[in-house]
């Protein structure tokens, strides 16, 4: 728009010249150059305005650029501004969560004040009724350390007590020892009989149990020293906690024997409990009916009151 109006006015500029050359023919070379000047300014002025044009073209590039930077940099602050914006509110609703809380607490402070100053009043009352425990309690420890002390010492003696008697052991086992070691000296000089003599003991394996359940049958017999009439104490080897029975030989033959059971009252025995193939324990003893003689001959003794 510019451009056409400068061009506009060199256009009139160029007519009104020619009308006054027509009009003064004497001055046309004045004219000329004055219209030599005026066509260098007017490429002067157009060069110009064509720079102008295109920095004003760049300019108003370079601020569509900025615009646009701005405009995006306002967004951005926008969005952050939300964020912040929404951030507290968070923080403003915990700011008043954590008022709330520190209200309620500050009144349960006051409370548990309350309580104490209440309890204070009372508290030396039990400070002065728990005296003579505290006291109670001094003398206490003062006993028990006495008695440690005198624990320590009796701990002492007894020590001194074992040692001996270990010594007394060790000496018990070396005499049991002599003694043993004397007695096998002496009792294999000593000829015994080929029988089983009293308080032998033999191993022997029930075979069969005899109908009645009055006795049972062994593997010994006559070779292993059994004679007819013995009686034995016999124990069960596979149970221990079995009470132990007697029992009388008879029908001895070389290489088994029947035993039979001799009923003892109070005894509990049941030779129902003796099962084929079980070991059993003999040991000799002496008649039953030797012993209950000497023991009725003793209770009429003591029973029998003496003369004056």
Do not use: C
């Not at 969560?97 to 500050?106: G, I, M, R």
């Not at 030396?124 to 010492?153: C, T």
């Not at 013995?230 to 290489?255: C, H, I, T, W, Y």
């Amino acid at each position: 728009m510019i451009l056409f109006i400068f061009r506009s006015l060199a256009w009139l500029s160029t007519i009104g010249l020619g009308i006054f050359f027509i009009l003064n023919p004497s001055s046309s070379n004045a004219v000329l150059v004055e219209i030599q000047k005026a066509e260098d300014e007017l490429v002067n002025l157009q060069s110009q305005m064509e720079s102008d044009k295109n920095k004003t073209e760049n300019e108003e590039l370079e601020l569509s650029k900025q615009s646009t930077a701005f405009r995006e940099r306002s967004d951005l602050a926008k969005a952050e501004k939300l964020e912040i914006d929404e951030e507290l509110e968070g923080i403003s609703a915990k700011s008043e969560e954590l008022d709330k809380q520190v209200a309620e607490k500050k009144e349960e402070l006051e409370s548990l004040k309350q309580e104490l100053d209440k309890a204070g009043i009372p508290l030396g009352e039990i400070e002065l009724q728990g005296k003579p425990l505290f006291e109670r309690e001094i003398s206490l420890k003062e006993s028990i350390k006495n008695l440690e002390s005198d624990l320590a010492v009796q701990k002492e003696k007894a020590d001194a007590i074992a040692s001996e008697l270990a010594v007394l052991e060790t000496k018990r086992k070396i005499s049991e020892e002599n003694f043993n070691s004397e007695k096998e000296r002496l009792t294999a000089e000593v000829k015994k009989p080929y029988h089983l003599h009293f308080a032998d003991k033999k191993e022997v394996v029930v075979r069969n149990k005899v109908p009645s359940g009055k006795g049972v049958f062994i593997d010994a017999g006559y070779r292993d020293g059994f004679r007819d009439g013995m009686e034995f104490l016999g124990e069960k080897l596979n149970d221990r906690s079995a009470l132990p029975f007697r029992a009388e030989l008879g029908l001895v033959q070389d290489s088994y024997s029947y035993l039979k059971f001799v009923s003892v009252e109070g005894s509990g025995f049941s030779p129902d409990s003796l099962r084929e193939n079980e070991r059993i324990l003999l040991t000799r003893s002496g008649k039953l009916s030797l012993l209950e003689k000497d023991k009725e001959l003793a209770d009429s003794n003591s029973t029998t009151v003496p003369e004056n």
